[in-house]
């Protein structure tokens, strides 16, 4: 007979920097285990890989939680919105966010700042056409996306003078020449 794999598995779930042991039926998604640990920061909007509202750094990665069963991040790094920053003490691309007017109700709001996290990481100086391409996985009802792209490119922007770095590869740079980089991983587990 098929159907879900409901053999507990103990696995560890290391999480913003803490660490919980649990056990969990093998077709549990990590979605839903993050959330049943409290990190309801994680969203839940689709289940099907869809929307991003799920999305999470996975060993530095970008991926729809959804569409990973939660032993698959057996000892890896996760990290959530809430593990970047918190309202107190903001991650930069969180301020960017808020500067640039990207929140409006913030539903996709936690599953867009860890896509943003995992482009500027690998791309510390994206063009407008590599976000758009890191944020195509992250759907947003709201905003148009306008403000989304103008956020990334605040966090980035800030970032480079913070770092000395500051240069100008245009921020509508729309030729398609670089090759994206921090693109989405859906559903990959390394
Ligand atoms: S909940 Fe929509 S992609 Fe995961
Ligand atoms: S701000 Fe409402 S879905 Fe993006």
């Known amino acids: 007979m098929g159907g ?3 053999s507990e598995r103990k ?6 920097g803490r660490t919980h042991e649990v ?7 990590l979605l839903e285990a993050l959330r049943d640990l409290g990190h309801t920061d994680v969203k839940n909007g689709c289940e099907k890989g869809d929307c991003g509202a799920c999305t999470v750094l996975l060993n530095g990665r970008a991926v729809n939680s959804c569409l990973v069963l939660a032993w698959q991040a057996d000892g890896a790094t996760i990290v959530t919105n809430s ?8 991650h930069p691309i969180q301020t960017a966010f808020a500067d640039a007017g990207a929140v409006q109700c913030g539903f996709c709001t936690p599953g867009l700042v860890l896509s943003a996290k995992a482009l500027l990481d690998a791309n510390p100086n994206p063009t407008e056409a590599e976000i758009r391409e890191a944020i195509s996985g992250n759907l947003c009802r709201c905003t148009g996306y306008s403000q989304i792209v ?3 490119r ?9 770092s000395g770095e500051a240069s100008h590869r245009g921020q509508s740079a729309t030729d398609g020449s670089h090759s994206p980089s921090g693109s989405r991983v859906t559903g990959e587990v390394q």
Not at 11 to 16: G, Y
Not at 23 to 29: D, E, I, Q, V
Request: net charge neutral; no cysteine.
């Open 4 to 6: 879900a794999d409901v």
């Open 11 to 16: 696995i560890t779930l290391r999480v913003n």
């Open 23 to 29: 056990s969990l039926p093998g077709h549990r998604t």
């Open 83 to 90: 593990g970047l920053g918190t309202a107190d003490d903001p």
């Open 150 to 152: 103008e956020a990334v």
């Open 154 to 162: 605040l966090a980035a922007v800030r970032s480079l003078k913070g």
